[in-house]
C-alpha cells in the first residue's frame, strides 16, 4: 500500500493506492497531517509514502512523517519516469512533475497535453517519447474573480457561474462572461493549437474546476480529478523499483 499527500496551494490532498488503484482519498488541514497520515497507515498498513508540497508544510510535520513510514519527498532531484527537456528544470512545480509522470505512466506512448484547471491554469506537454518540453500557467477562475474585486474600485467580488450569453446585460454577467467564458476560450484555444501540432493528440483535463468545465469545451477531453494524486503514486512506484 502507498501513501500519497498532496500539499497543494488551497488545500491538502491524502490518499491510498494499492496495486496503482486509488482506494482511499480525502481533503485535510494542513494541522492534520501527521495525525491523518498515521491513521491511514495503520489502517491500511502502508509501507511506503511520498510527499509533494507547493503549499506550506512545517519541517516538524515532515520529520514525524519520516518517522513513521518509509517517504520520499519530491523535488527536482527525484527520479521521474520522463526525460525532463524543461530549461529551468530546478523551478518546474511538483505538481506540474506528477501530472507529467501521470501523463506518460497512464498514456505511455502518446502525445498528452495535460490541463490542470485549479489556483492556477497549467499547461503541460509530453510527446510520444516521453519528453516533456513545458507548457504555460495562466491566473485560475477564482484568481480572475478575486483580482477584478481586489485591482478596482466597484466590481464585486463573484462565485463562478457559467452563462451562455454572450453579450453581458449587468456588471455581474459581464463578469461571468469575462471570467468563466474567457476561461473555456482560452483552454479550447489552447487545445487547438497542440493539435495542429499532433492530430493525434490525448488531453487531460483536471483539477478542482474539473466538474465545472469538462462538459463546456468544444474539445474532447480526458477529464481526471485524480491525475495528480496518479502521477505522485506513479513516481512513487518508480523510485521503489
Known amino acids: 500500500m502507498n501513501l500519497i499527500i498532496d500539499v497543494g496551494n488551497t ?3 491524502i490518499a491510498v ?6 482506494i482511499h482519498s480525502e481533503s485535510i488541514t494542513g494541522k492534520s497531517v501527521v495525525i491523518k497520515a498515521e491513521e491511514l497507515i495503520n489502517k491500511f498498513e502502508c509501507e511506503n509514502a511520498i510527499i509533494s508540497s507547493v503549499g506550506k508544510l512545517k519541517k516538524t510535520q515532515t520529520a514525524k512523517l519520516h518517522s513513521v513510514i518509509n517517504l520520499i519527498e519530491l523535488t527536482s532531484e527525484t527520479k521521474t519516469p520522463f526525460i525532463n527537456k524543461y530549461s529551468t528544470p530546478k523551478t518546474l512545480g511538483m505538481d506540474r512533475v506528477a501530472l507529467v509522470s501521470a501523463a506518460v505512466t497512464l498514456f505511455s506512448n502518446k502525445s498528452v497535453l495535460v490541463i490542470d484547471v485549479g489556483t492556477c491554469i497549467t499547461y503541460d506537454y509530453i510527446d510520444i517519447n516521453a519528453c516533456y518540453y513545458g507548457g504555460a500557467i495562466s491566473p485560475g477562475i477564482q484568481m480572475r474573480y478575486k483580482s477584478l474585486n481586489k485591482f478596482t474600485e466597484n466590481l464585486p467580488l463573484l462565485e463562478p457561474k457559467y452563462t451562455n450569453q454572450f453579450i453581458g446585460e449587468s456588471t455581474d454577467s459581464c463578469i461571468h462572461i469575462g471570467v468563466v467564458n474567457g476561461t473555456i476560450s ?4 489552447f487545445i487547438n493549437q497542440y493539435r495542429k501540432k499532433n492530430k493525434d493528440l490525448t488531453v487531460v483535463l483536471t ?8 462538459n463546456r469545451l468544444k474539445n474532447s477531453i480526458f477529464a481526471n480529478p485524480i491525475f495528480l494524486l496518479e502521477g505522485l503514486n506513479a513516481i512513487l512506484t518508480y523510485n521503489l523499483q
Open 186 to 189: 482560452e483552454i479550447d484555444s
Open 17 to 22: 493506492f494499492n496495486n496503482g488503484k486509488i
Open 11 to 13: 488545500r491538502i490532498k
Open 207 to 214: 483539477g478542482g474546476d474539473t466538474k465545472f468545465l469538462a
